[in-house]
């Protein structure tokens, strides 16, 4: 499975993002996925997951404000991101989720995103 993140930019706080996430794999119908992120010189988080049937969740510090999707025919996913903060800084990568939360396939090329005060 390959993975591809874009859409990461430089905005300023208050402003809005989308990401988007290229999986190429045949199993991505049935993949819980996620959006991950990794600011500087913090662990890697989980911030926003979809089941395969369209279910989300958020992280307490994004609810609200992203708002994850997928494409099941197109095997993609995107992350719309609203009212940005300094601390939504970071490189934002895209995974399979594992029952455990944890990654499910190798890291691809994140993206990144910087948000200005």
């Known amino acids: 499975v390959q993975l591809q993140a874009s859409g990461g930019g430089l905005v300023q706080t208050g402003g809005s993002l989308r990401l988007s996430c290229v999986v190429r794999g045949n199993i991505f119908s049935i993949t819980p996925m996620g959006w991950y992120r990794q600011a500087p010189g913090k662990q890697r988080e989980l911030v926003a997951i979809?089941?395969?049937?369209?279910?989300?969740n958020y992280v307490d510090s994004v609810k609200g404000r992203f708002t994850i999707s997928r494409d099941n025919a197109k095997n993609t996913m995107s992350l719309q991101m609203n009212s940005l903060k300094v601390e939504d800084t970071a490189v934002y990568y895209c995974?399979?989720?594992?029952?455990?939360?944890?990654?499910?396939?190798?890291w691809g090329q994140g993206t990144q995103v910087t948000v200005s005060s």
């Open positions: 995974n399979g989720v594992e029952i455990t939360g944890n990654m499910k396939w190798p």
């Open positions: 979809i089941s395969s049937s369209g279910n989300a």
